[in-house]
């Protein structure tokens, strides 16, 4: 049958679409990037925050509708949402099929194959047991409630939430097959599932599982594979990438992994994304510094730097000891590009805790911020707080750390005009195919500004491929440069 994918949420689930689209492809499946004319749909589903839900809702009741308007004939839901909400999904939008967690990946060829009836005709959930303080799809907003009539979800009565134990356990390795999603010079290598931590506003660890770390083997051999096809970026993620081989007893195991990458034929960049701040260590930043293919790069969620606030999160630091970590980072890897993202309006948060967030800041002068208001989960232990700071406030905090990061990002590339630069080139921007764009090693893809090429002849640039480049000027939070002789 002729397969259309769509994948919602972060590159971990564009990871999870990839291996789905691969086994769907060798059981013979034909795949279509038009919806309207797939035999079968799939949504893979996003359901970390409110905006998630409502953008994994909306789009499984647009793809619902070709099943009268277009030539879908099955629609399969996947993902975070599918494993939070699997019976009411079914019970409320009939037009699915079948309902796959973030542990069913391997399931998807029987979906397709309309392996969806049980004893009785009952349609089969492909069902485990729910996580704890499971609520219903409402708590997407009162927009999803409209949309799906379902009810508002009860309080949890601030009972604790724990790891589940008994939740999602599959992962991926080597000889998965996978088709890639990402433009063919890079890849993501997702080396571990799941997350131990409770941080009091995440649902991941319910939705993804425990802590588990892949054999380093498997990802050596899926790196060279990937290079082979001609991948010449890979990016490692997971949860907590710097957790990676703790699981297993295995200290210093991602230092190890690192220098073991750097020897790969055909790899130039190896990337490190979601590193979380307790767990970052001496032998990865010492891969970092002294590994030529390690991009010189931390990708570091602080989420706060209000000591108050980070107690209420329960996250393990305080500011002072983020200062002392950023301290130690940029000392053993000079040049580090450094990206954060932060929360704000969390329960309790003081105008004051922004004042210190604020001052936090524009102390650390990061490369790159991403500022996100905070969202009342249920299934969290937060949910058992007052969600006491009004949305437009949440808005205005979010706003006023941006313009700072906005002046402080103006001021930092006006410095580097005349720089000589490596850049990456990414291919035709998405304003004009004779406009080409690229990144440096401190740029991420689709996370991080870019780098736009000027007085360039298109045909002359190849993505995948490295340019020397003379920075002359900025936009915003993005750089302009021209090609020069190396």
Not at 25 to 43: F, I, K, N, P, Y
Not at 411 to 437: F, I, M, N
């Amino acid at each position: 049958m002729k397969i259309g994918l769509i994948s919602l949420g972060c590159p971990k689930n564009l990871v999870d679409s990839e291996v789905m689209l691969g086994l769907a492809r060798d059981a013979g499946h034909e795949l279509t990037q038009d919806a309207a004319t797939a035999d079968v749909l799939v949504v893979n589903t996003c359901a970390f925050i409110d905006a998630a839900k409502q953008e994994s809702i909306d789009t499984i009741l647009e793809m619902a509708r070709l099943k009268t308007d277009g030539a879908c004939r099955r629609l399969i839901v996947t993902g975070c949402l599918g494993e939070r909400y699997r019976d009411e999904l079914r019970r409320e939008i009939p037009e699915i099929d079948a309902v796959l967690g973030t542990g069913d990946v391997p399931d998807i060829v029987k979906a397709i194959g309309g392996v969806t009836a049980g004893a009785g005709g009952a349609p089969l959930n492909f069902y485990r047991p729910p996580a704890p303080a499971a609520a219903p799809v409402a708590a997407a907003g009162a927009s999803a409630g409209a949309a799906t009539g379902l009810a508002a979800a009860p309080r949890p009565g601030g009972a604790a939430v724990r790891v589940p134990h008994d939740g999602p356990t599959y992962l991926y390795d080597a000889d998965t097959p996978r088709l890639l999603a990402t433009p063919k010079h890079y890849a993501y290598i997702k080396i571990a599932e799941g997350c131990d931590y409770t941080c009091a506003f995440c649902i991941i660890p319910t939705l993804r599982g425990s802590y588990r770390s892949r054999p380093a083997d498997s990802i050596v051999r899926e790196a060279r594979q990937l290079a082979a096809r001609g991948v010449r970026e890979i990016l490692l993620i997971s949860q907590d990438t710097t957790f990676y081989g703790i699981d297993r007893g295995e200290r210093g195991a991602l230092g190890r992994l690192l220098r073991a990458l750097n020897e790969v034929d055909g790899l130039e960049w190896i990337r490190l994304l979601y590193l979380y701040p307790t767990t970052i260590d001496d032998a990865t930043l010492a891969a970092m510094a002294e590994c030529e293919k390690v991009c010189r790069y931390i990708d570091l969620p602080l989420q706060h730097a209000a000591d108050p606030v980070l107690k209420r999160m329960r996250r393990p630091g305080s500011r002072d000891g983020y200062r002392t970590l950023l301290r130690r980072i940029r000392d053993k890897v000079p040049g580090v590009g450094i990206r954060t993202t932060f929360i704000v309006g969390f329960p309790g948060e003081t105008d004051a805790d922004v004042a210190a967030l604020e001052a936090f800041v524009e102390e650390q002068r990061f490369d790159h911020v991403g500022v996100f208001t905070y969202s009342h989960e249920d299934g969290t232990r937060a949910f058992a707080f007052e969600d006491d700071v009004p949305a437009r406030e949440k808005t205005a905090r979010r706003s006023r750390i941006m313009r700072l990061q906005q002046r402080i990002v103006r001021a930092t590339l006006k410095q580097r005009v005349g720089e000589r630069v490596r850049v990456l080139v990414d291919g035709p921007s998405g304003d004009h195919d004779l406009v080409w764009k690229g990144r440096l090693e401190s740029q991420a893809p689709d996370i991080d500004a870019v780098v736009y090429f000027t007085e360039a002849d298109p045909s002359a640039l190849r993505p995948g491929h490295f340019v020397d480049a003379e920075l002359v000027g900025a936009n915003g939070y993005d750089l302009m440069a021209r090609p020069v002789e190396a």
